[in-house]
């Protein structure tokens, strides 16, 4: 069974440019997670899917972040314009049912962004 | 303030030694804990999950334990090997969260 895709594995941008992230979740999870982590730290959610639906966008910088689930599978995540500060690893991460106590995300590789 | 907390934040261990990792965290109502593995410049890899109504998991070497009163979980690795080397990251599922909260990881070596 494939696991999470995600591509591109690394990006190297200029600031203010745009950039996009692609994930294909593990199929037939209902649940995905898009995950930012900094060096030294462990992940934080930026975004969750349950299908199509963004349930919880709260950690978001909306005004430069965005995300869209299209057919509840693949996601893809843009930043727009980029800042120094954005450079880390992103993780997306797929469930099959996300909020059992069984549940186990699985995570793909990741993006390693440089912003210069 | 919901928070995952792991010391050390590094470890060296000589190959053979059983290795002790902790992770402790604020709010005993959780759904879940999960002990994940992280190579350098990889993702991560799901280890073992512990629902909140278990007190501890086992898969080959590793054991993970729980005690939800004091917040805090054990990933016990037997035997060390070099292969073992990662960081070792911990995360739990809050009640009412539905995300993973992580600790910063414990970065472990198993020498030669």
């Known amino acids: 069974e494939a696991g999470v895709v995600q591509s591109p594995r690394y990006k190297i941008i200029e600031k203010k440019q745009p950039v996009a992230f692609w994930c294909n979740p593990i199929?037939?999870?209902?649940?995905l997670y898009w995950y930012r982590q900094n060096l030294g730290q462990g992940p934080e959610l930026l975004i969750r899917?349950?299908?199509?639906?963004?349930?919880?966008d709260s950690q978001l910088p909306k005004d430069r972040f965005s995300a869209e689930r299209l057919k509840g599978v693949d996601s893809t995540l843009k930043i727009q314009p980029a800042e120094l500060g954005d450079s880390a690893v992103y993780l997306c991460?797929?469930?099959?049912?996300?909020?059992?106590?069984?549940?186990?995300?699985?995570f793909g590789p990741g993006t390693r962004l440089t912003v210069l | 303030k919901q928070e995952v907390t792991q010391i050390p934040a590094a470890l060296s261990v000589p190959e053979g030694e059983n290795l002790v990792l902790n992770c402790s965290f604020t709010?005993?109502?959780?759904?879940?804990l999960q002990w994940f593995r992280q190579d350098p410049g990889k993702g991560l890899t799901s280890l073992l999950l512990i629902q909140s109504s278990q007190r501890e998991q086992t898969s080959g070497r590793l054991n993970a334990s729980l005690d939800k009163s004091s917040g805090r979980s054990t990933l016990y690795i037997a035997a060390s090997q070099p292969g073992d080397s990662a960081t070792y990251l911990c995360a739990v599922n809050f009640l009412g969260d539905y995300k993973l909260s992580f600790g910063a990881g414990t970065t472990v070596t198993v020498r030669a």
């Open positions: 991460a797929s469930s099959l049912d996300g909020g059992t106590s069984t549940d186990t995300q699985y």
């Open positions: 899917y349950e299908n199509e639906e963004a349930v919880d």
């Open positions: 199929s037939g999870h209902n649940t």
């Open positions: 709010d005993s109502a959780i759904y879940n």
